[in-house]
C-alpha cells in the first residue's frame, strides 16, 4: 500500500533556504531556573520564625520555579520558518463533513479551490483541510486528512498552492468565523 507523506515531511526535505526548522528559545527555561534559584538562596539566607508560613511558600515557590525551569529548557516546542522572510509557519484546519471526501478530492485534483465554500462544514475532525501557511502566505501546504477506521489517514498528497489561491482559503475561513 502507498503511504503518503505528510507537510511535515516535505517542510523537511525542502531546501534550508526556503524552509527551515527551529525551536523556542531556552531564554524563558533559563528565566524561571534563575528565579527558582534565587529564591531558594532567599529562603536559605533568612531566617523565618517557626510559626511564619512565608518561608515555606518561599521554598516552595522556588522549588516549582526550579522544576518548571529545567522541564522548559529541555522540552522546547520546534516549528517551522520561512527563509525569505523569517516568518513563522503555521498550521489550522477546515472541516468538512465526511460524505464530502471525495469532492474534496476532486477540488484539490482539479486545483479549484474557489468550490471549497459549497462543501459541507462540520465541526467534528473527521475529514479535514489541514493547511500550514506563513501569514501573508508566501508559503502555504494543503493536505486532505481524513478519521478512517481509528486512525487520521492522510487523503491527498500535500500541494503547495500560490498567493491567490491562499487567500480564497483566507476568505473561507473568515467566512466560517
Known amino acids: 500500500m502507498e503511504t503518503t507523506e505528510s507537510i511535515e515531511q516535505v517542510f523537511d526535505n525542502l531546501d534550508?533556504?526556503?524552509?527551515?526548522?527551529?525551536?523556542?528559545?531556552?531564554?524563558?527555561?533559563?528565566?524561571?531556573?534563575?528565579?527558582?534559584?534565587?529564591?531558594?538562596?532567599?529562603?536559605?539566607?533568612?531566617?523565618?520564625?517557626?510559626e511564619n508560613i512565608t518561608s515555606q511558600f518561599v521554598f516552595v515557590m522556588g522549588m516549582i520555579f526550579f522544576v518548571l525551569g529545567i522541564v522548559k529548557f529541555f522540552n522546547r516546542k520546534s516549528y517551522y520558518v520561512s527563509a525569505e522572510s523569517h516568518k513563522k509557519i503555521q498550521s489550522f484546519q477546515i472541516y468538512?463533513?465526511?460524505?464530502?471526501?471525495?469532492?474534496?478530492?476532486?477540488?484539490?485534483?482539479?486545483?479549484?479551490?474557489?468550490?471549497?465554500?459549497?462543501?459541507?462544514?462540520?465541526?467534528?475532525?473527521?475529514?479535514?483541510?489541514?493547511?500550514?501557511?506563513?501569514?501573508?502566505?508566501?508559503?502555504?501546504?494543503?493536505?486532505?486528512?481524513a478519521f478512517i477506521s481509528y486512525e487520521y489517514v492522510f487523503v491527498t498528497p500535500p500541494q503547495k498552492l500560490s498567493l491567490p489561491e491562499y487567500q480564497i482559503l483566507e476568505e473561507l475561513i473568515k467566512s466560517r468565523k
Open 96 to 145: 468538512f463533513n465526511l460524505t464530502e471526501r471525495e469532492k474534496l478530492v476532486r477540488i484539490l485534483q482539479s486545483k479549484n479551490y474557489s468550490e471549497l465554500n459549497q462543501l459541507a462544514p462540520s465541526i467534528t475532525d473527521s475529514l479535514k483541510l489541514r493547511v500550514m501557511a506563513t501569514k501573508d502566505g508566501q508559503i502555504c501546504f494543503v493536505q486532505a486528512i
Open 16 to 50: 534550508k533556504n526556503i524552509v527551515y526548522k527551529t525551536k523556542n528559545s531556552v531564554f524563558i527555561g533559563i528565566l524561571l531556573v534563575l528565579v527558582g534559584i534565587a529564591s531558594l538562596i532567599f529562603y536559605a539566607t533568612n531566617e523565618f520564625g517557626s
